[in-house]
């Protein structure tokens, strides 16, 4: 594990005081909502779980499976939900919880979807945004940091499944493509 990545990008104390922020934020947005926060998994299982409780309201709390890339760290285009919500989010104001936003077919994908189920508002949190490589214009309304246009692993995310319990945010020196 040591070997294929780089020093941290993103400390974990960084991390932690970001949330915080983010949370005490996002409190005071949904203080007179009904809030019901959908975490995008496997990515977001980290940031979610800190995020939530850091958001001193009664969330309910709900959940994706999604799975994304095609290769190992190209976007394919292709999103498929692996498992759906369990929950009617009809009337709710929905926060869609996400570690990364990249090309953004994810969250629009997911946007769209969402929305067809008529939630009372529906706004996304990303714990990172990576812009240089957009292929759809997408609003974000909380970004935890922005970030190069570099493959990370680490708190959530992923490279060929592993990596996803590092307590921090690293760049994966060198990735071969598959
Ligand atoms: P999208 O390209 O915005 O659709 O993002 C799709 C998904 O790709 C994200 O939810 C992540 O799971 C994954 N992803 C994008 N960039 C990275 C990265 O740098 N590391 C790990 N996963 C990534
Ligand atoms: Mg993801």
Same mark, same amino acid.
């Given at each position: 594990?040591?070997l294929i990545y780089g020093?941290?990008?993103?400390?974990?104390?960084?991390?932690?005081?970001?949330?915080?922020?983010?949370?005490?934020?996002?409190?005071?947005?949904?203080?007179?909502?009904?809030?019901?926060?959908?975490?995008?998994?496997?990515?977001?299982?980290?940031?979610?779980?800190?995020?939530?409780?850091?958001?001193?309201?009664?969330?309910?709390?709900?959940?994706?499976?999604?799975? *994304?890339?095609?290769?190992?760290?190209?976007? *394919?285009?292709?999103?498929?939900?692996?498992?759906?919500?369990?929950?009617?989010?009809?009337?709710?104001?929905?926060?869609?919880?996400?570690?990364?936003?990249?090309?953004?077919?994810?969250? *629009?994908?997911?946007?769209?979807?969402?929305?067809?189920?008529?939630?009372? *508002?529906?706004?996304?949190?990303?714990?990172?945004?990576?812009?240089?490589?957009?292929?759809?214009?997408?609003?974000?309304?909380?970004?935890?940091?922005?970030?190069?246009?570099?493959y990370?692993?680490?708190?959530?995310?992923?490279?060929?499944?592993?990596?996803?319990?590092?307590?921090?945010?690293?760049v994966l020196d060198e990735v071969e493509?598959?």
């Amino acid at each position: 594990m040591e070997l294929i990545y780089g020093k941290p990008i993103i400390s974990q104390a960084e991390m932690q005081k970001r949330i915080r922020e983010l949370g005490k934020e996002i409190a005071e947005d949904y203080r007179e909502k009904k809030p019901l926060f959908v975490g995008v998994m496997k990515g977001a299982f980290a940031f979610y779980a800190d995020l939530v409780r850091n958001v001193h309201l009664p969330v309910l709390v709900d959940f994706l499976v999604v799975s *994304s890339y095609g290769s190992s760290t190209k976007p *394919s285009g292709r999103v498929k939900v692996v498992s759906d919500l369990t929950m009617d989010i009809k009337g709710y104001d929905v926060l869609l919880v996400e570690d990364i936003v990249d090309s953004g077919l994810t969250w *629009s994908y997911l946007e769209k979807r969402l929305k067809a189920k008529d939630p009372r *508002s529906l706004k996304v949190c990303t714990l990172l945004n990576k812009t240089a490589r957009r292929q759809k214009p997408v609003k974000l309304d909380y970004v935890g940091f922005e970030i190069p246009d570099k493959y990370v692993v680490g708190y959530g995310l992923d490279y060929l499944g592993k990596y996803r319990n590092l307590p921090y945010i690293a760049v994966l020196d060198e990735v071969e493509e598959e």
